[in-house]
T-cell receptor, first 111, second 119 residues
Framework: QKEVEQNSGPLSVPEGAIASLNCTYS??????FFWYRQYSGKSPELIMF????GDKEDGRFTAQLNKASQYVSLLIRDSQPSDSATYLC???????????FGRGTSLIVHP | GAVVSQHPSRVICKSGTSVKIECRSL??????MFWYRQFPKQSLMLMAT?????????EQGVEKDKFLINHASLTLSTLTVTSAHPEDSSFYIC???????????????FGEGSWLTVV
């Protein structure tokens, strides 16, 4: 089992819909969770981080963390074509500051 | 969010020469920086972890004599690709760890990346 797993996609959603991106991790002691967005040919940019169980909202983005089930998800409301990118999940294991990245999920928002 | 600047954004060099890429944290001190390589449509591959004032820790399979990393200050790390060959052509990305208190603690911010083409 990979340490951080994401479905590579592509996930295709219509404009205005909710995009749901999922990530599972293997280390139960993981403490910090991050979502990055990477446009083609560009470097990743941080969208948000979450440390505690539950939901964290920032604008159109909501991160959801469930440590018992070892998954973290990212919801994008009112998806726009400009949201089309690869979304990377990153997890810091307990006691480590080195993030482990998933392979990313490609999101396509079509008009 | 914090700003990490990487330079140059694109570089073309001849086979056999060396090229240096700089990574700077502009508004925070970064005791730890990371260097990644990414081939087209592939995932990020961590090359090495760079700690200020000490030797870098390289991931398995990464040649430390070929990819020289220097982290001489809290805001600057450099990656030098020595004796570059066409197979070294890739997208190199640095990131820096913001150890700030509160919500930003241990958050990693990426530089803009550097496209290296070896001809």
């Amino acid at each position: 089992q990979k340490e951080v797993e994401q479905n590579s996609g592509p996930l295709s959603v219509p404009e205005g819909a909710i995009a749901s991106l999922n990530c599972t991790y293997s280390d139960r002691g993981s403490q910090s969770f991050f979502w990055y967005r990477q446009y083609s040919g560009k470097s990743p940019e941080l969208i948000m981080f979450i440390y505690s169980n539950g939901d964290k909202e920032d604008g159109r983005f909501t991160a959801q963390l469930n440590k018992a089930s070892q998954y973290v998800s990212l919801l994008i409301r009112d998806s726009q074509p400009s949201d089309s990118a690869t979304y990377l999940c990153a997890v810091n294991k307990w006691g480590s500051y080195i993030p482990t990245f998933g392979r990313g999920t490609s999101l396509i928002v079509h008009p | 969010g914090a700003v990490v600047s990487q330079h140059p954004s694109r570089v073309i060099c001849k086979s056999g020469t060396s090229v240096k890429i700089e990574c700077r944290s502009l508004d925070f001190q970064a005791t730890t920086m990371f260097w990644y390589r990414q081939f087209p449509k592939q995932s990020l591959m961590l090359m090495a972890t760079s700690n200020e004032g000490s030797k870098a820790t390289y991931e398995q399979g990464v040649e430390k004599d070929k990819f020289l990393i220097n982290h001489a200050s809290l805001t600057l790390s450099t990656l030098t690709v020595t004796s570059a060959h066409p197979e070294d052509s890739s997208f190199y990305i640095c990131s820096a760890r913001d150890q700030g208190q509160g919500a930003s603690g241990n958050t990693i911010y990426f530089g803009e990346g550097s496209w290296l083409t070896v001809v």
